[in-house]
């Protein structure tokens, strides 16, 4: 068992349900807005940048012009202000649309604002760690490393334990499951 300053760690690091539940969130929103036939995310790489969320505050508070919308553009989003205007066509985005739209965004700023302070708490955890005067000791290496990969700030190397789809051959034919089966990927090639 780790000991009591770890397992407080890792209390506050298995928190990501709340990343998981930002990112449910935004995915939702870009749902929502293929409903209303608005292909803003064929366009824009992340829907919840800057320019992304200012095209959709402006959504919320009523605006329904593409042209004005498409000026919201920042950066070398600039230069696909064209495809913006086609994107950002609003003939089927309704007040009900906006309405679940500025709930969802309200939303997605608490998660974001929760995942800040619980980051800004491991981080206070942590640094007793991170400085050079615990690392003396052996224990003080030891419970270094367990807060950093609690923290996933050093990863366990990844075991690649990737499973592919091959064929199997037996010493009578091909295996009986069509021929085909799944199999861990550092096993035997496929043929």
């Keep these: ?9 890792r209390t506050h690091t298995r928190c990501r349900h709340l990343t998981q539940a930002r990112t449910a969130e935004k995915q939702r929103v870009e749902k929502l ?3 209303g036939h608005l292909k803003l ?3 824009i790489s992340d829907i919840h940048g800057v320019s992304g969320r200012d095209m959709l505050n402006a959504l919320v508070a009523g605006q329904r012009d593409p042209k004005a919308l498409a000026q919201l553009a920042r950066g070398t989003m600039r230069g696909k202000i064209r495809r913006l205007e086609e994107a950002l066509d609003c003939s089927f985005f309704i ?3 906006a309405a679940v ?6 939303v997605i700023d608490h998660y974001t604002t929760q995942i800040e302070a619980l980051n800004a708490r491991i981080e206070a955890l942590i ?4 400085h050079p005067q615990c690392q003396n000791s052996a224990m003080g290496l030891d419970l ?5 990969r609690s923290y996933s700030l050093i990863r366990p190397p990844r075991t690649g334990r990737r499973l592919i789809r091959c064929r ?7 295996s009986g499951r069509g021929g085909r089966s799944w199999r861990p990927r550092w096993g035997r090639r496929p043929l």
């Design 168 to 174: 199997e051959r037996s010493a009578t034919g091909w």
């Design 33 to 35: 807005l293929e409903d």
């Design 144 to 148: 270094a490393f367990y807060a950093l």
């Design 95 to 97: 007040g009900e649309h």
């Design 101 to 106: 739209l500025a709930m969802m965004l309200a």
């Design 127 to 130: 640094d007793p760690w991170l």
């Design 1 to 9: 068992m780790p000991p009591e300053p770890i397992r407080r760690l």
């Design 41 to 43: 995310s064929s366009v």
